[in-house]
C-alpha cells in the first residue's frame, strides 16, 4: 500500500488544501486497508470527529477503534465486551466518544478515549438504540430506539432534557442550523420534522414516504431504512434504504422525491450490531462534503459507487443511476465522508481509507 502519510495537514493558520469535489469525486481509491483483529468480525459504525484528523469504527466484537486519518495509523483499540458496542459517536471533543450498548442494558456510554474511562452513563431506553446522531453546534444529541421513543441528551447530565413517544422512530437527524430535527418512523412510513426550538410540540410537517415504496415495502413489518441524513446546504434530504429500489433522496423543505438512486446490484444486508434488529446499523452511503454526490456500496461484494444528485433524472421513474464505480475490493456496508478533507472510509470485514488518485481514470459503474 501507500505511505503512511494519507492525508497532508492544512498549513498553520490556512486554509484547508483540498480540491472541489466535483474535481476528484471519480478518482477515489483505497489508499489504506485495516483487518479486523478477529475474521468472523465487521464493523457495524464510522464516524470521523469533527476536525477530520480521527475516524471512530464500531465492531461486532465488542471492539472500538480509533484511527489517526491524517497518518493513516490505527492508534488504539478500545474493548467494551461487557456491554457491547455500536453506533459510535465522537462529541465534539476528539478524545471523547458515545456508544450504544448491545448487551447488559440499553443505556448509552459517554466514554473518555485518552485513559479508557467512562464519564457518564445515560440510562432510560428499554429497548436497543437504533440511531444516535450529535447536535452540530451544542453538546447534546439525540437517541431513537425500539422502546418507541425519542430521547435528548445533554453531555453534561445523565437525565434526557426531553422525550417523545413515537411509533417506531427508528432514525433521526439534525439539519445543519441544529434548529430542526427529522425522525423517520418505519411503521407508518414517514418522516417527522420537528423545530427543536418546541420539540413538545406537534411535528410541523409530516412527509408520507408511502407512495415513494414498493408494495412490499408497505406492507412489510420490518423495516429496511438505515440511515436519515441532512445534506451541508440543508436542502436535501437522504432516507437510505437496504431495499433493491435503492435510496430515496428528498427535498427536505416539502418531503417530494426528487430522485430514486438506483444501485448497481440487488443488497445484501446491512451488517448490524450483535442482537440488533435486522438491518438495523449506519447505512452504506452518504452525502460528500458538498452535498452534491452520494457516495455508498454498490450492493455487492465489492465496490463503492457514486451517484450525481445533479444529474440526470429519469422523468418516467425518477432514478439516477450511479455516475460510476469506485473499485475495492470488499464490500462497503458501512460508508462515512470525512468533513474536513476529500476522504472517506469504508468497511465491513476491514476498514478502508479512500483518497483521490490522479492518475486513474473514472471507472464506469
Not at 410541523?204 to 436519515?228: E, G
Not at 441532512?230 to 422525491?257: C, E, I, R, V, Y
Not at 475495492?328 to 460508508?335: D, N, Y
Request: charged content about 20%; aromatic content about 8%.
Amino acid at each position: 500500500m501507500a505511505g503512511p502519510l494519507v492525508v497532508p495537514p492544512p498549513p498553520p493558520g490556512g486554509p484547508q488544501l483540498t480540491q472541489k469535489t466535483s474535481e476528484v469525486i471519480g478518482s477515489f481509491r483505497p489508499t489504506k486497508q485495516f483487518k479486523l483483529s478477529k475474521p468472523e468480525a465487521s464493523v457495524t459504525s464510522l464516524d470521523f470527529d469533527d476536525s477530520g484528523e480521527f475516524c471512530l469504527a464500531a465492531c461486532s466484537d465488542d471492539s472500538l477503534l480509533l484511527y489517526n486519518a491524517k497518518e493513516g495509523k490505527n492508534i488504539k483499540t478500545l474493548m467494551s465486551q461487557k456491554y457491547g458496542a455500536h453506533l459510535a459517536r465522537f462529541t465534539h471533543h476528539a478524545t471523547s466518544i458515545i456508544y450504544a450498548s448491545t448487551k447488559e442494558d440499553d443505556c448509552i456510554r459517554y466514554l473518555s478515549t485518552h485513559d479508557n474511562a467512562f464519564l457518564r452513563y445515560f440510562r432510560g431506553h428499554t429497548q436497543p438504540v437504533t440511531s444516535l446522531c450529535l447536535c452540530p453546534g451544542a453538546d447534546t444529541f439525540l437517541s431513537t430506539s425500539l422502546d418507541n421513543t425519542v430521547r435528548l441528551w445533554s453531555l453534561s447530565s445523565p437525565s434526557p432534557q426531553a422525550r417523545l413517544n413515537l411509533s417506531t422512530p427508528y432514525l433521526a437527524a439534525y439539519d445543519p442550523s441544529a434548529t430542526v430535527i427529522a425522525i423517520a418512523s418505519a411503521s407508518t412510513h414517514s418522516i417527522l420534522l420537528y423545530d427543536l426550538r418546541n420539540y413538545d410540540k406537534p411535528p410541523f410537517a409530516t412527509f408520507d414516504m408511502r407512495p415513494y415504496l414498493t408494495a412490499p415495502q408497505v406492507q412489510s413489518s420490518k423495516p429496511d431504512w438505515t440511515r436519515l441524513e441532512f445534506s451541508n446546504d440543508g436542502k436535501s434530504l437522504l432516507l437510505a434504504s437496504n431495499h433493491p429500489q435503492g435510496h430515496l433522496l428528498l427535498d427536505a423543505f416539502d418531503g417530494t422525491l426528487r430522485a430514486h438512486c438506483k444501485r448497481s446490484h440487488a443488497p445484501t444486508n446491512m451488517r448490524a450490531a450483535p442482537g440488533a434488529p435486522g438491518a438495523l446499523g449506519q447505512g452504506d452511503v452518504c452525502f460528500s462534503a458538498d452535498g452534491r454526490y452520494l457516495i455508498g456500496g454498490s450492493g455487492g461484494e465489492r465496490d463503492a459507487i457514486v451517484w450525481d444528485t445533479q444529474g440526470q433524472v429519469e422523468v418516467e421513474t425518477k432514478e439516477i443511476k450511479p455516475m460510476c464505480g469506485l473499485p475495492c475490493k470488499g464490500r462497503a456496508s458501512v460508508v462515512e465522508w470525512n468533513p474536513r478533507y476529500n476522504m472517506c472510509a469504508t468497511a465491513d470485514r476491514e476498514v478502508v481509507f479512500w483518497l483521490p488518485d490522479e492518475h486513474v481514470g473514472m471507472k464506469p459503474p
